[in-house]
């Protein structure tokens, strides 16, 4: 058998190494130090809020809506109406809602409506309300108010003559 060598092969001369991947490194982590010093800003915009209707009368309701708070929780206040809580309209609470009654007796007039998220002490945002003179509609919510007294009538006229024409028709069957 002849012998073998169990000698290792010659070693080749390591290979310099390219300053480039140290460079890198060292950039990447300089980003990383400024990147961590800078402020963090908020994710969410500055709030909006709006008020619907804008105009209205003593005793009216009045819808809510604050867009943009980051938070779960508002609070609206004014001299119009009673302090109100707002809820999220969706899970991300992108969007809060809620209603208020105008006091019956509040002074007509331009209003502030102020919106804090979070509640006192958060970042707030206002609107204006323009309370009038009058009182609010109720009963049919408007939809008597644009017909005239003969347009009623007709209308009533042909309600009943229908309901009378119905029981005529009834009557006759059975008597058949």
Do not use: D
Not at 55 to 62: E, L
Not at 110 to 116: A, D
């Amino acid at each position: 058998m002849p012998a073998t060598s169990l000698a290792q092969p010659p070693a080749t001369a390591p290979r310099p190494r390219s300053a480039a991947p140290r460079r890198l490194m060292t950039a990447a982590a300089a980003a990383l130090i400024v990147t961590a010093a800078t402020p963090v800003t908020l994710a969410y915009a500055a709030p909006s809020a709006s008020v619907s209707p804008t105009a209205v009368a003593p005793g009216g309701r009045v819808a809510l809506n604050v867009t943009g708070c980051g938070t779960k929780v508002a609070r609206v206040t004014s001299t119009a109406f009673n302090e109100v809580r707002l809820t999220p309209g969706n899970l991300e609470a992108t969007n809060l809602f809620g209603n208020a009654t105008v006091f019956s007796n509040a002074i007509p007039g331009t209003h502030r409506v102020t919106f804090e998220c979070g509640g006192p002490g958060g970042e707030s945002v206002s609107v204006s309300l323009q309370v009038t003179t009058g009182a609010a509609r109720g009963g049919t919510g408007g939809s008597v108010g644009s017909m005239s007294p003969a347009q009623i009538a007709v209308g009533g006229t042909l309600a009943v003559g229908a309901l009378v024409g119905g029981v005529w028709v009834l009557r006759r069957r059975a008597a058949a």
